[in-house]
């Protein structure tokens, strides 16, 4: 699971530093106190948006993460409209008769029911 997004600020400077004074990418993440994981994936998304350095001095902060950050309307979970929610009380019920009944035992019967696949 992504973590938080560090800050536009810190962004730029990642970049600032990659570029301007051709420092590695280890040496970046520990200078920006970031992990080199995420320092090779901004410059990947710079390299992917098509963008140059320097930046144009009218780049918003707004505009560099719409360009590093696209919205993708198709990727992540699925609506969860199109899935209805377990039944609680049959949950709790069921948990309450059968002594060997486990919660994982419920839940697989739910995706089984739903056609939900595995996410590991």
């Known amino acids: 699971m992504p973590g938080k997004r560090a800050s536009m600020r810190k962004t730029r400077e990642v970049l600032?530093?990659?570029?301007?004074l051709?420092?590695?990418q280890r040496q970046i993440a520990r200078s920006a106190n970031i992990s080199q994981s995420t320092v090779h994936d901004?410059?990947?998304r710079f390299t992917a948006a098509g963008l140059n350095w320097p930046l144009p001095p009218e780049m918003s902060e707004t505009e560099l993460e719409a360009a590093l950050f696209p919205a993708d309307p198709g990727k992540g979970r699925e609506p969860t409209a199109e899935r209805p929610l377990p039944d609680f009380a049959h949950i709790h019920e069921e948990l309450?008769?059968?002594k060997h009944t486990t919660?994982?035992?419920?839940w697989e019967e739910y995706r089984a029911r739903h056609r939900i696949a595995r996410a590991w």
């Open 16 to 20: 600032r530093l990659y570029f301007e």
């Open 22 to 24: 051709k420092l590695g």
């Open 42 to 44: 901004y410059l990947e």
């Open 96 to 98: 309450q008769q059968h």
């Open 103 to 106: 919660r994982q035992l419920l």
